[in-house]
């Protein structure tokens, strides 16, 4: 149990008083008197404790005999039910107490993601990364906990993302995401480590969907801490290697992935979206994962990457060169990684230029015909001969 610092103690005269203010406040939360005992009890909170470390602080402090303490325990038990049950303190234990059973553990990129809670929350193309043997280091372990109950509590926070599809608050102690066109998932929490998360849903029997895209902004955080980032693309599988078309949304990077196809044979790997990092060999991979858009297409194994072409629309077709830092520029503003914060984006331009520097790059303007495809195809065989 740990005190919510929505809550202040201050004195009214000589009274000892908690004073909301903050989300608490706007909650309207009510303020409350404390006693000796009770100004003990809200400073030791000032860590977090268990209620048996705050039982034994009080019987040492006010020096209560082994015959009293029975009674001591049930006071300081009603006094710490009633802070609870204000939003004063947090029980950090209430989630652990719900014993969510586990559905699956998942390698995504040698990220160990495990997932707890009920079977039907989950889409079943997590089963296709399922992998109970892989063990990893607790900094590469993330548990995703999804509960069918509405946060303990709001903290406090400074709001650093706000658009009509999310909003992420960070607080002193996680980031809180909330989604306000979605309607039954109510936040997703992160912890600064990636390592813990949570995810509160309003019914378990519609909100599958909505938990599939929530534990996708969970990983990709935890992606990001690694190195991993995620580059808004169709790739397709050619000389044994990932192949990536990207552009905006519109512009042509699943046609393009089709041409190749019935022209070429070749298959796509992934239909809108991909993992990039590096692995221990050094050369950049393009890592499976389940996330693919609307398209339905994913593949669960690894391809090292062969290259990016850069999708403009265009009646001719023709590449244009590009200048390296203008190469990584291009690069970074495809990548749907967390940029919450500067240190955010530096990871993600210093990896967008090193994969500039690494990897061949196509600026292709271009049409939707048969000859786009044969001509691009002529330049990327060329570069990479």
């Not at 500067?342 to 790059?361: G, H, K, N, T, W």
């Amino acid at each position: 149990m740990i005190r919510n610092n929505d809550f202040t103690l201050e004195y009214i005269g000589d009274t000892p008083c908690l004073l909301t203010h903050g989300q608490s406040a706007a909650d309207r939360k009510k303020s409350l008197f404390l006693n000796d005992t009770g100004v003990f009890i809200w400073n030791l909170l000032s860590k977090d404790l268990t209620i048996e470390e705050i039982f034994d602080s009080c019987y040492e402090h006010f020096e209560i005999d082994e015959a009293d303490r029975p009674d001591a325990k049930r006071s300081i038990q009603s006094f710490m039910d009633s802070l609870c049950y204000s939003g004063m303190v947090i029980d950090t234990d209430f989630y652990k107490k719900l014993k969510l059973k586990k559905y699956v553990s998942m390698n995504i990129a040698g990220i160990c993601v495990n997932l707890f809670g009920k079977e039907e929350l989950f889409d079943d193309s997590f089963m296709s990364f399922a992998d109970d043997e892989y063990a990893c280091s607790a900094d590469k372990t993330q548990n995703i906990y999804v509960y069918h109950i509405a946060p303990v509590i709001h903290k406090s926070g400074e709001l650093i993302i706000r658009d009509k599809e999310v909003s992420v608050i960070k607080t002193c102690d996680k980031y809180i995401l909330i989604f306000p066109l979605w309607e039954h998932v109510d936040e997703l929490h992160i912890s600064p480590d990636g390592q813990k998360v949570s995810v509160f849903v309003k019914d378990t029997y519609n909100a599958k969907e909505e938990v599939f895209w929530a534990i996708r902004h969970a990983f990709l955080y935890m992606a990001r801490i690694h190195n991993l980032f995620a580059i808004h693309s169709v790739s397709v599988e050619y000389d044994h290697k990932a192949l990536l078309f990207s552009a905006g949304s519109g512009i042509g990077k699943s046609t393009h992935a089709a041409l190749w196809n019935r022209l070429y044979g070749v298959r796509q790997i992934n239909g809108d979206l991909n993992l990039l990092g590096k692995g221990d060999d050094g050369k950049i991979y393009a890592y499976g994962m389940p996330w693919c858009g609307t398209s339905g297409i994913y593949d669960a194994k690894d391809y090292e990457l062969k290259g990016i072409v850069l999708l403009r629309q265009d009646p001719k077709n023709f590449v244009s060169h590009l200048q390296p830092e203008a190469k990584a520029l291009a690069i970074m503003n495809r990548i749907i990684s967390p940029m919450w914060n500067s240190e955010m984006s530096l990871s993600v331009i210093r990896f967008a230029q090193e994969v500039s520097d690494d990897y061949p790059v196509w600026n292709y303007s271009c049409n939707t015909s048969d000859d786009a495809a044969a001509f691009i195809k002529s330049q990327i065989d060329s570069t990479t001969a």
